[in-house]
Structure formats: structure tokens, C-alpha cells
């Protein structure tokens, strides 16, 4: 049985144009509720708070509100250069909580973050990026609320773990340790594959899931990657005697690639 590795399914990336995503004009008799009465329409509102960056991936954190409504409004992102000639990232609807951003403006809501979505892209090195909020009334007109130049790396970081100790029992197998990407930090998790009698390509594989249990000594010893991270796992195995047993760590970009944790003998019976 060899590993399931597959495409990363977090990550998307849009190619569609902003005019191919730009709805029909609406009339003005359609527009929702203003928390601040107004003649005409007002274009969006906004700002880029923080810009980060790992091999394949961007992070783009904001918030944008259209003055005539309190509805959340799409943001688009593009890569590479301007609307017209980057790469289109459809952020979806600015609706995530932002209290700071709801006390600044009164009546709009707090739904209007954009978080930190993750960007696939192809590209590396300095890439220009342009942030766009889209109207609320008219797809057509948008503002920029942010435009700079994120550094992205051109190599994959490799994740990194542990393989803390293995036990055998009645045809069942238990591993425990750690395993977390390197190239993101927080709350991104990565899976763990375990392998049973031989590697990979001769082992009898486990999918044990995401690494993403409660290990506070891991919480505390690697900063910036406050998060879950570890793995505990049981399961059937229909080995039997004193075999080895394998765990990788599968990247968090790149699902081809990984990381041997370790290999711990155990006795099956
Ligand atoms: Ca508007
Ligand atoms: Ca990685």
C-alpha cells in the first residue's frame, strides 16, 4: 500500500477574470438598508493589515465594507500585477469578525474580515500584490484597499515531529509524538501516515489523521505555532511477531513530499 498523497484540498486558486466575476449592475430601488442614508453609490472601504508568505502559499489578512450597506462584500486578490494582467484570488465574501474594525465603524456589523485565506500560487520571489474590495451595488466598480510586494520562498520547508514511542497489543498498534510544517505558523495541521512491518513502499499504511491533539510541551517549546500538534493513534494491524513500524509527516504544501519521523520496533500478537 503506498501513501495517499493527493492535492493539498485547502488551497484553491481562481484564474477567472474580475470582469467574469462581476454580477449584473443592480438598480438603485434594490440596494440594502444604509446604515448612513446617502444620494449615490460609495465605493468600498478598506484596508491590508498584515501580508504573509511560505512556498505556494500567500496570506493576505483585511477588511472591507461598502459605505451603502451592511452586507459583507467579495475581495479580490491579485498576484503578479494589477487587475487585468495578475493572478486573480477570489477571497469570497469579507465576512469574518473584526471587532476592531466594527467599533470603528458603527452600524456596519462585525462581519468583515477577511482572515488569513490561503493563497496557492506558482509564483516566488517578489511578487507585487493588489487588494480589491468589490462594490456592493455595482460589481463593476471596486477600490483598491491595499497594494505592496510579499516576498515568497522559493523552497518548501519539510515538516518537522517526532515519533515518540510505539506500543504493540492484540493485533492493534499505538504511535504517539508530534508533527507540525514549518512554513505555517498558528493553527495549520498537518496529516500522519504510519506504516506497519516495512516504509512506505513495503509497509502496510495507516492514515492516522491530522496531527492536531494536545501537546502543551511542543505548544510551549516551538513559539509561533500555538496550536495542537500532536498525534496519538491506534488502530488494527494485521501484522504479527516483532515488525517496525514507520511514521511520516506529510507536507503541508506539497502532499508528494514528507518527513520520516522516526521508526520504533513493536511486538504484535
Ligand atoms: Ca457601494
Ligand atoms: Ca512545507
Known amino acids: 500500500m503506498s501513501l495517499r498523497f493527493g492535492m493539498l484540498k485547502t488551497l484553491s486558486t481562481p484564474r477567472k477574470s474580475l470582469a467574469a466575476l462581476c454580477g449584473p449592475v443592480l438598480a438603485l430601488g434594490m440596494w440594502s438598508a444604509s446604515p448612513l442614508a446617502h444620494a449615490g453609490n460609495q465605493l468600498p472601504i478598506g484596508d491590508v493589515n498584515a501580508v504573509k508568505a511560505s512556498w505556494g502559499i500567500v496570506q493576505i489578512d483585511g477588511w472591507a465594507i461598502d459605505p ?7 475581495v479580490h486578490v491579485y498576484l503578479g500585477g494589477p487587475a487585468g494582467s495578475g493572478e486573480l484570488h477570489d477571497l469570497g465574501y469579507a465576512n469574518v469578525a473584526r471587532p476592531d474594525v ?10 468583515h474580515g477577511t482572515a488569513y485565506n490561503l493563497l496557492s500560487t506558482a509564483q ?5 500584490y493588489y487588494v480589491y474590495a468589490i462594490d456592493g451595488q455595482d460589481a ?6 491595499g497594494n505592496g510586494t510579499v516576498n515568497i520562498p522559493m523552497t518548501n520547508k519539510l515538516p518537522v515531529g517526532s515519533f515518540d514511542g510505539a506500543a504493540g497489543g492484540n493485533g492493534m498498534v499505538t504511535v504517539s509524538g508530534w508533527a507540525l510544517d514549518p512554513d505555517l505558523r498558528g493553527g495549520a495541521i498537518i496529516p500522519v501516515h504510519v506504516y506497519v512491518g ?3 513502499d513495503s509497509g502496510e499504511g495507516h492514515d492516522v489523521g491530522e496531527a492536531d491533539a494536545s501537546r502543551p510541551d511542543v505548544t510551549a517549546a516551538i513559539p509561533h505555532y500555538d496550536s495542537n500538534h500532536g498525534y496519538n493513534a491506534t488502530f488494527l494491524t494485521a501484522r504479527r511477531g516483532t515488525v517496525p513500524v514507520y511514521v511520516y509527516a506529510i507536507d503541508f504544501q506539497d502532499a508528494h513530499s514528507h518527513t520520516l519521523l522516526g521508526i520504533h520496533n513493536v511486538t504484535i500478537e
Open 102 to 111: 466594527a467599533a470603528a465603524y458603527p452600524g456596519y456589523g462585525l462581519g
Open 198 to 200: 516495512g516504509p512506505y
Open 68 to 74: 451603502d450597506t451592511s452586507d459583507s462584500i467579495p
Open 140 to 145: 463593476s466598480k471596486h477600490t483598491l484597499i
Open 124 to 128: 516566488t520571489g517578489k511578487v507585487p
